[in-house]
């Protein structure tokens, strides 16, 4: 699917000291993934990809790793589309549920849309937004040690320098905020 051009959004939470706005424009993009497993790692590849194109390469950890968890959760967490009345691929596995594997293999190969993410490179750092379909706010829980899930969204809180939920009628958006160095 051919990226899009969207307009900036200005975000809070990012950390001081990261000088005045140089005065070149934002620059983004856009691409929409199918609700399926492998979608999460051709997300990253789409967000590597993205990143150094713009020559960013400080926080590149940070960023994948929070944009992988973000972006599972829309897989795991949203059910997929519909297709003729039915699920496309059956159910998804509660959170605590089998591990990796089986919310791999519950959400199958379907290719019908399901989430779609945006990256935004502008004065402050990058913006990455993760848009899904789903109702429901993430929550973040405190897994005790032997949980094998449940960890993501305090990886998220600890490693994005802001992090929030915009919701509507038709979905939600969940936005990282990672401040880097001006461009210059």
Known sequence: MPDEAIRTRQSSGTRAGTGPAPAAAPRHRRRSFAHRGESVAEARRFADETLAGWGVTDRLDDMRLCLSEIATNAVV????????????????????????SSVVGAI???????FTVTLIRDAAGVLVE?????????????????DTCGRGLLLVGALADGWGVRQDPAGKTVWLRFALAPEG
């Open 77 to 100: 967490h949203v059910a997929p589309p519909a297709v003729g009345g039915t699920s496309a691929v059956g159910a998804v596995p509660a959170v605590g549920g089998g591990g990796a």
């Open 108 to 114: 199958g190969a379907g290719g019908v849309a399901g």
């Open 130 to 146: 993760v848009r899904d379909a789903g109702d429901g706010r993430p929550v973040r829980h405190r897994p005790g040690a032997q």
